[in-house]
């Protein structure tokens, strides 16, 4: 999964740059609004998308730029990797009583599995954080040509019931590493996970970058109505067959997952 953009930059050379400095004052100037690390807005009474302003708060904090920092996307994938450690037990007990999975397996397959990502992220983080060289042709002989890469924005998660904890933290792993904004909608099948999720990480991450929805089909269609930059969704193609190509901009499914269907109709032969 990729949750950054690659453009191609040419500076001229009576500019000054520096190989891997980052922008890392964003698009747009301003502070971002504090964001809700859980739930609806007020908004549901006025009957509009109770949704609205949680994603709009998090794409303002985004389009200031602090999510692009390297700092700042150490910090949060350290602070991930402490939600792991201080929570093992009570994501244990969790898993425990929603699938009577054994210590083993969830400690195997769920927790270390994302600390891996996590340590393998910070570990190759510079690395792909730097610009890439482009060839020069004869028209950019004087120029200073190279790739960077560019977060999505605003992505959103969206997790299964049978791995409730692996499949939406090494997602969000990846996103964090590239310097996006996300929201998570852990499955509410799992409830004691989704519970634990979204009561203990937000504590962990920062609030007006990182947020945590619950509940079932009615909150995850109320969520695609908004705008999203990137969807990484894992679960039955039933969530995703109704969605208009509009709410799927750039979906990852993983292996075994249905993709979101793209139908137009048929142009005419006559």
Request: charged share 20%.
């Amino acid at each position: 999964m990729t949750f950054c953009r690659s453009k191609t930059h040419l500076l001229k050379a009576t500019n000054t740059f520096q190989g891997n400095n980052m922008d890392t004052k964003g698009d747009a100037p301003g502070k971002a609004p504090t964001g809700s690390d859980t739930g609806k807005t007020d908004s549901t009474a006025a009957g509009m998308n109770p949704y609205v302003g949680l994603v709009s708060s998090l794409r303002a904090a985004w389009l200031t730029g602090k999510t692009r920092a390297a700092e700042h996307r150490v910090s949060q994938l350290e602070a991930l990797g402490r939600f792991l450690d201080d929570k093992k037990q009570p994501i244990l007990d969790a898993m425990a009583s929603d699938m009577r999975k054994p210590p083993f397996e969830v400690e195997l397959s769920e927790i270390i599995m994302v600390k891996n990502e996590v340590n393998y992220a910070l570990n190759n983080l510079s690395s792909w954080m730097k610009d890439e060289s482009v060839d020069k042709s004869l028209v950019t002989q004087l120029d200073t040509a190279f790739i960077r890469k560019e977060p999505y924005g605003v992505v959103l998660i969206i997790g299964p019931w049978n791995y409730p904890l692996q499949l939406i933290l090494v997602p969000l792993v990846g996103a964090i590493a590239a310097g996006n904004c996300v929201i998570i909608k852990p499955s509410e099948i799992s409830s004691s996970t989704e519970k634990l999720v979204a009561e203990t990480l937000p504590r962990y991450l920062d609030k007006d970058c990182f947020a945590v929805v619950t509940g079932g089909p009615a909150e995850t269609t109320q969520l695609l109505e908004n705008k999203f930059d990137y969807i990484f969704f894992t679960g039955m193609s039933q969530v995703t067959q109704p969605l208009p190509l509009s709410m799927v901009p750039s979906p990852s499914t993983p292996r075994g997952t249905v993709q979101p269907p793209y139908t137009r109709p048929l142009p005419s032969l006559s």
